[in-house]
């Protein structure tokens, strides 16, 4: 049974930084990762993905701020977060897509950036 758990959330002043881990468990075949955010009210949206062959892609809004990366050996994904500002308050949620096979999520860890 595919898992995903993520943790590193917590509360920190604008400006400083955060990595948050989504730690993967049942598999270690190749896949698709992404990290999202949640406010309340608003829908999920997408912060930073990580392809099979390595790409990146990352929302505007945190283009040069965030980084996404995967460590193979520990079956880990990280999302590197700095400047972070307060309108990044969000339950951040980490994300698994392998093709034909199906979609997970983790069950989300909180971030709240004061200002």
């Known amino acids: 049974q595919v898992k995903l758990v993520e943790s590193g959330g917590g509360l920190v002043q604008a400006g400083e930084s955060l990595t948050l881990s989504c730690a993967v468990s049942?598999?270690?075949?190749?896949?698709?990762y992404g990290w999202y955010r949640q406010v309340p009210g608003k829908e999920r949206e997408l912060v930073a993905g990580?392809?099979?062959?390595?790409?990146?892609n990352y929302a505007d809004f945190v283009k040069g701020r965030f980084t996404i990366s995967r460590d193979a050996a520990k079956n880990t994904v990280f999302l590197q977060m700095t400047d972070l500002k307060p309108e990044d308050t969000a339950v951040y949620f980490c994300?698994?897509?392998?093709?034909?096979?199906?979609?997970?999520w983790g069950q989300g860890t909180q971030v709240t950036v004061s200002s």
């Open positions: 049942g598999t270690t075949a190749t896949g698709s």
């Open positions: 994300n698994l897509v392998r093709l034909l096979r199906g979609e997970w």
């Open positions: 990580l392809s099979t062959t390595g790409r990146t």
